[in-house]
């Protein structure tokens, strides 16, 4: 039975990814299967979940509408996606459209240029807060992000991959891989939760002492834990077999904390994995990558970048991440743009307003 209430935002829009090796996708058949029940229309373009494993089937049985192409997916009022709109798809940015999805416009100068071109209205999963201040809808791709830089890290250490052929855990008389993680936040933890896992030997670095107290309380005295100065980084990349690069600064351009002095300074074959790299890089060296050509090699340093990182894993990433936006969507959904006046958090979430950039940090970034 659908809600008594109408909601403002009544047509509902998921479109397929059309950025490299993308394969996850902005709403499950469960999550549909609400928003029919709120009494929305939903319109899911042909195959969009496919990839994350949701056939148009399990869509059609949840009440959604299964539609051809793009062009009608976006002809909604409310469109969701996981990534910035690519350029294949400004021109279907529109006045009266509203976006959700992750934008990461610091990064991408020429996706804001084509919403407030466009004079859309775009909300970003990556600003919206909670009441603890914290980013409940980066969170879960975070922890992703962070499992998968270990994990890739350590492939791309394999020698035939270019890597130094060293194992992250090491062996009986041999050493472990140094395995050095810039940032102690949701991406770093998650890095270093799973490098231990490995046997690596970890040291996790942060310009926050709370932050450090966090992690030596639940770390158990398994890793090392630095206050973050340029001459405690340049000592530890220098002898790190592995860096991740996990530092964040909500909504702004990542700041540069490994120079390309300090690559010059990393062994040959050596692996770093910039996590930042959809806010511009925390690493001066790095260039962001895809799935499909992961790393270069610069200095003799192989530099994995990929801006999507978590589409590697698009079933569980999927899942986590509709997990966490569902119930904003509904918000979104069932208010419309009033939703700013009632929800702060939400209001948080809105970068640009009728072609404008109405976020202050994001607005900060792009000047």
Known sequence: MASATAPALDTIGVPKEIKGDERRVAL??????????MGCQVLIEHDAGRGSGFLDEMYISAGAHI?????????AELVLKVKEPQAAEFDLLRPDLTLFTYLH???YPNVAAALTSAGCTAFAYETVTDRNGGLPLLAPMSEIAGKLATQMGAHHLSAHLGGSGVLLGGAPGV?????????GGNVGWASATMALGLGAQVTVIDASLDRLRWIDEHSFGRLVHLAANRSTIARSVEHADLVIGAV???????????????????????VVVDVAID???????????THANPTVEIHGVLHYAVGNMPGAVPQTSTLALTNATLPRVTKLAQYGHSVVDIDPHMAEGLNVQAGEIVNETVAHSLV
């Not at 499950?28 to 029940?37: F, H, N, R, S």
């Open 28 to 37: 499950t058949p469960d999550g549909a299967a609400e928003l029919v029940q």
């Open 67 to 75: 539609v051809a192409t793009a062009k009608e997916a976006w002809s």
């Open 105 to 107: 416009l610091a990064a």
């Open 175 to 183: 050493a472990p891989a140094s395995v050095v993680i810039i940032g």
């Open 248 to 270: 964040l600064v909500a909504g702004d351009k990542a700041p540069v904390v490994v120079s390309e002095d300090m690559i010059r300074t990393m062994r040959p074959g050596s």
């Open 279 to 289: 806010q511009g890089g925390c690493i001066e060296t790095s260039e962001e990558t």
